[in-house]
T-cell receptor, first 114, second 108 residues
């Protein structure tokens, strides 16, 4: 059973470009979470999605950031017009339906904005 | 809102016991989780406490007191490979909110 798959693992963008980060949850998991981690800092919650629904986006910046989890295909975190402050590791996690307290994390996508 | 506090850094020697505390303020509390993260790696699940008391899993134990809004992670028989960051996280209604993390350094 494959784990949470994220790609790309590393992404370099210039200021003003767009970044698209993909996440395929573990098989059978319908809950997807995105977290951002700045160097030497903690994991900041961004958004919680279920298939075709955004459940909680309270941690998402109001502008330039969007997320989706379509009926088919991976979840996507999209950052438009990137700025240097967006440089971070973006982790996706998934969980099954029940609240078990356990999230399964992917290896992360490390975005560098030049 | 929510807030979690844990020490920023802890050091110990191999074979020792270390306790990492976590205090939290939140509404809609479901439980307290602990995760380990090595440098450059993904967070990995260690434990989850939904009820008061101590949960033991091998060398690691986790404790929760809901009335005190407090928990801790206890690591016994420390090994060099335990050097990592440890995050407590509060399960709040529909998401897991993490503390700022505790960096544990284990010395020989």
């Amino acid at each position: 059973n494959a784990g949470v798959m994220q790609n790309p693992r590393h992404l370099v963008r210039r200021r003003g470009q767009e970044a698209r980060l993909r996440c395929s949850p573990m098989k059978g998991h319908s809950h997807v979470y995105w977290y951002r981690q700045l160097p030497e800092e903690g994991l900041k919650f961004m958004v919680y999605l279920q298939k075709e629904n955004i459940i909680d986006e309270s941690g998402m910046p109001k502008e330039r950031f969007s997320a989706e989890f379509p009926k088919e295909g991976p979840s996507i975190l999209r950052i438009q017009q990137v700025v240097r402050g967006d440089s971070a590791a973006y982790f996706c996690a998934s969980s099954p339906d029940t609240v078990t307290g356990e999230l399964f994390f992917g290896e992360g996508s490390r975005l560098t904005v030049l | 809102g929510q807030s979690l506090e844990q020490p920023s850094e802890v050091t110990a020697v191999e074979g020792a016991i270390v306790q990492i505390n976590c205090t939290y303020q939140t509404s809609g509390f479901y439980g307290l989780s602990w995760y380990q993260q090595h440098d450059g790696g993904a967070p990995t699940f260690l434990s989850y406490n939904a009820l008061d008391g101590l949960e033991e899993t091998g060398r690691f134990s986790s404790f929760l007191s809901r009335s005190d809004s407090y928990g801790y992670l206890l690591l016994q028989e420390l090994q060099m490979k335990d050097s990592a960051s440890y995050f407590c996280g509060v399960y709040n209604t529909d998401k897991l909110i993490f503390g700022t993390g505790t960096r544990l350094q284990v010395f020989p």
